[in-house]
Structures are given as C-alpha cells and as structure tokens.
C-alpha cells in the first residue's frame, strides 16, 4: 500500500496547480482535427441511395424510421443515417418474405338465370353468409369509360339503392369475370374482391366473395390465376358447397 503524505496548501495555490496542469496536459495532446460538415442529401438523392421510391422514402420519414432536418421548408436526410434506415428495411422485408402467406378465403354463391326475369337467382350459398342478393342482372352501362367495363352486374333496388353493384371486368379466363364491392364499417370504407364465374351457356353463375380483400392492380392477373387453378382442382381454400348434382355437373364440367 502506497503511503501518502499530506501538506498545508492555500486555496490560490490549489487553482495555480490545477490551472498548470491542464495546460500541460492541452499541450502535449495530439492537435484535433477540423470536424468535417455530415453531408446532407436531398429526398430524391436520398431515394437513390437507398433504392426506393420517394413514396416509400416519405412513408418512412411519416412514421419516424428514418431521421431527418430541416433546413426553412426543404426537408434534409443525413448520408450517414441511411444505412440504418436500410438495414430496417431490410430485416422486415426478410421477416415478410420468410412468413408464409395465408391464402385467402371466400364465400360461395351459386345463381341459376330465370329466363322471364332475367335475373340471376341464387339456389344456394355457404351457411351465414348474406353479402351478395338473392338476384343478380348483368345490364349494359352508359359510363364504361368510368367503370373500365361494358357492363355490370347489380342487384334489385331497394329503399332508392342497389343491394349489389359492381362492374364486369374481364379476365385472361373467357367465363371469369371480376368486380370490386365497397361497403362502410363503423365509418371507414372496405373493400371486397368478387370472382364470378359463367357456365359456358350462361345459365348458371357461382360468385365468390372475398370479404374486405383489396387486390391491388400490380397483383391483380397473378392472384385471378392462381383462383382459378385453386377452384378447377378444388383447392383447400374453396369451401364446401352443396347444390343440385345437375347444376355442379354443368358448370364444373365446362371448366
């Protein structure tokens, strides 16, 4: 153990001493360098760095994942805090890519056409389900510019109303059709993807409803494929549908 020896010292003396010291110390250290300006990168060059779009690169600024400044109304993005922001990105794309996606699902429903009305008319559909009327009429439209389509398919009007209404889009597949069905829950708009499906004479339709699904227009022939394949094999995801053997004959059949 090391022995110390204490000595009166006035407070003046102290400071000198501490003063020196510091001194000493300043000037034997390594002289510091000039710290350089962090680069500061416009949105688009920002974008271009990281790969992206400006909207994902916006998106990511909105939710705060990636820092930012600003300099009066222009917005600035350090270089050096880029990579961050892209090795987020890149960990919750692998997480996404490795996760298996859920097929999704749908509801049923299969329309005989009466002849004297023109209506389609349903004769069966997956038990609890009620989204899509009792009656269906494909019509000519006078906006297909508006709708993408020659015609629709409604329903009856009820209370000033159509029950159902969407437009009859085509697909790769002559007897498939598609549409979109819109609704509000709570206040907020939900979007819903119908498939419909003509036997070859036109007499019988199944339509299948997926519930608050929204294919996006990048995605949309993919996913129309891959429902199709899915209902001529009698996929997992179709459910069970109990109609007349005469009518699933007819329509299967023609698939």
């Known amino acids: 153990m090391n022995d110390f020896i204490l000595s009166p010292i006035t407070l003046d003396e102290l400071e000198t001493r501490i003063v020196n010291r510091f001194k000493s110390e300043l000037n034997s250290a390594t002289p510091l360098q000039p710290k350089q300006e962090e680069e500061l990168l416009t949105s688009k060059q920002s974008a271009k760095v990281l790969g992206v779009s400006l909207v994902t690169l916006h998106k990511w600024k909105t939710e705060g994942r990636i820092p930012f400044c600003r300099m009066g109304t222009r917005v600035r993005f350090k270089r050096s805090e880029l990579f961050g922001a892209w090795i987020l990105y890149l960990r919750e794309r692998g997480r996404t890519m490795a996760s298996k996606p859920t097929p999704p699902q749908f509801k049923t429903v299969t329309y005989q056409l009466n002849d004297e009305t023109n209506y389609y008319q349903k004769v069966s559909c997956d038990i609890g389900f009620n989204k899509l009327p009792d009656e269906l009429k494909i ?73 608050h699904f929204k294919v996006y227009p990048k995605r949309r022939k993919t996913f129309i494929r891959e429902q199709v ?23 299967f059949n023609d698939l």
């Open 229 to 251: 394949e899915q209902i001529k094999k009698g996929g997992e995801s179709r459910p069970p549908l109990v109609v007349p053997n005469h009518f699933t004959g007819q329509l």
């Open 139 to 211: 019509e000519e439209t006078r906006r297909p510019e508006q709708i993408h389509s020659s015609q629709i398919i409604r329903g009856r009007i009820k209370n000033g109303r159509y029950l159902f209404f969407t437009g009859l889009l085509t697909t790769e597949f002559p007897d498939f059709f598609f549409g979109d069905h819109y609704e509000f829950v709570n206040g907020n708009k939900k979007n819903s993807f119908v498939l419909f499906h003509f036997s070859k004479d036109k007499k019988y339709l199944n339509a299948y409803f997926y519930n």
